[in-house]
């Protein structure tokens, strides 16, 4: 009943902005919605709602940056007081701001502003990065006559196979881009017709190389002054404790407090390390509904002299040059854009060998992929690495060689630039 309830209040919604029509021609109208000429792009609407900070956040605002520089008219639509709108601030690209909730498609006053917007813009293709987004957002450019819409999908986790779903991507969605070649199987998994695999297109989280030069005579993949460490800066919790002393093997870990991320993984595995006598710091930066819970579980591991909380990184480079060894033990990733920090800064990566990690991680070259939930093989590589330098020096150098390679973010606006232009 929800997914039919919906499609009449779109298609009422939607009968505002389409000239009265006879009846037949009204039941072609998504058909007809859908323009097929190919004239040149008038402007690229970047449309991202979300108000913290993740992949997806920093794909639109990297990818925008570069394509505003490159001479594209660029839009960005971001959430009300977002990241994403505070960080482009200055950077000469127009902005817009609009909130939207995962029931915003069901309000008809949403619907009829985001038409007028796309329409006042001149919008003529659109990147759309949440589901939420895209079936307020996706309706309204396609009533507002947008040519191309697009849909980023940056989660690997399946698609549902529902009316809603079918309905949008058999009318709404023109391509879709995956962040991965997991991502882009995850969409089809539940429903093998829900759109056409031609037009999925895998495009790589790419970074910028030149702000990942991580110390003075960085050369470019090789050994030679990438994989020494520096002393960080002492974060909150880091103030009141040892703060990455010479000779303690450190691990760094980066990412929202969330269960997906497999926080509670680490700390177990760091409890066996401790266990087995390893003098190592684990430096935790990030945030999320979790913290709590995490800092609870320090506590009754007895990790305090050895965990630290350092807050949420405004400085990943800076927070890469402090430790010895990256881990990522996510039980999930669309595609892992701190893993790629990390490799570019020359650092061994270790995660669980699951959705798309082993795109990123050669296992064995570049670093370890363990199994997932396997706490004993995760504290076994750890160990290895803590007991190895000329090991870690090794992996770290040839991860940087991967990432330049096949994750620089001149490949990434490569690839987009040619599926913008196709």
């Not at 039919?4 to 058909?31: K, T």
């Not at 127009?94 to 008809?108: D, K, Q, V």
């Not at 040059?321 to 999930?332: A, H, K, Q, R, Y």
Request: hydrophobic share 40%; net charge positive; aromatic share 8%.
């Amino acid at each position: 009943m929800v997914p039919y309830f919906c499609f009449s209040l779109w298609w009422g919604v939607g009968s505002c902005f389409i000239a009265p029509c006879h009846l037949e021609a009204q039941r072609e109208i998504p058909y007809r919605l859908r323009v097929t000429n190919h004239h040149i792009m008038q402007k690229l609407c970047f449309f991202n709602s979300v108000s913290s900070w993740g992949g997806g956040e920093k794909w639109h605002h990297d990818m925008s940056v570069r394509l505003h520089e490159m001479g594209f008219p660029v839009i960005v639509v971001a959430g009300k007081r977002s990241e994403l709108g505070i960080r482009l601030r200055g950077s000469g690209i127009e902005l817009e701001a609009f909130h939207i909730t995962n029931r915003s498609f069901l309000n008809p006053l949403k619907l009829i502003q985001l038409v007028r917007s796309f329409r006042r813009h001149g919008i003529d293709t659109i990147i759309l990065n949440l589901p939420s987004d895209l079936k307020v957002a996706g309706l309204a450019a396609r009533l507002a006559g947008v040519r191309r819409i697009i849909y980023r999908r940056g989660s690997a986790i399946a698609v549902r196979n529902t009316l809603l779903n079918r309905f949008i991507f058999k009318y709404l969605v023109d391509d879709i881009i995956a962040n991965s070649q997991e991502t882009a199987r995850t969409i089809l998994s539940h429903n093998p017709h829900l759109f056409d695999p031609k037009k999925i297109h895998v495009i790589y989280n790419g970074i910028d190389l030149q702000d990942f030069r991580c110390l003075p005579g960085d050369t470019q993949g090789t050994a030679e002054g990438l994989n020494t460490r520096t002393i960080p800066h002492p974060a909150p919790d880091l103030a009141s404790g040892p703060s990455g002393r010479l000779g303690t093997f450190v691990i760094g870990h980066a990412g929202r407090f969330a269960r997906q991320k497999g926080q509670h993984l680490l700390l177990e595995a760091a409890s066996k390390l401790k266990n087995r006598g390893v003098d190592f710091q684990l430096h935790m930066a990030g945030a999320g509904h979790l913290e709590a819970t995490l800092r609870q579980e320090v506590s009754a591991r007895n990790l305090e002299s050895e965990v630290f909380f350092t807050g949420f990184s405004h400085d990943i480079k800076s927070f890469m040059e402090g430790i010895d060894v990256f881990v990522l033990p996510s039980l999930w990733e669309g595609f892992g854009y701190v893993l790629v920090e990390a490799m570019a800064c020359g650092k061994p990566v270790v995660a669980f060998d699951t959705s798309s990690n082993p795109e990123i991680i050669v296992n064995d070259k570049t670093g370890f992929l363990v199994a997932p939930y396997n706490t004993d093989a995760l504290a076994d590589r750890l160990e290895q690495l803590a007991t190895n330098k000329v090991l870690r020096s090794s992996l770290g150098s040839t991860g940087r060689q991967r990432v330049e390679q096949h994750f620089s973010i001149d490949k990434t606006t490569e690839a987009l630039t040619r599926l913008l232009t196709a």
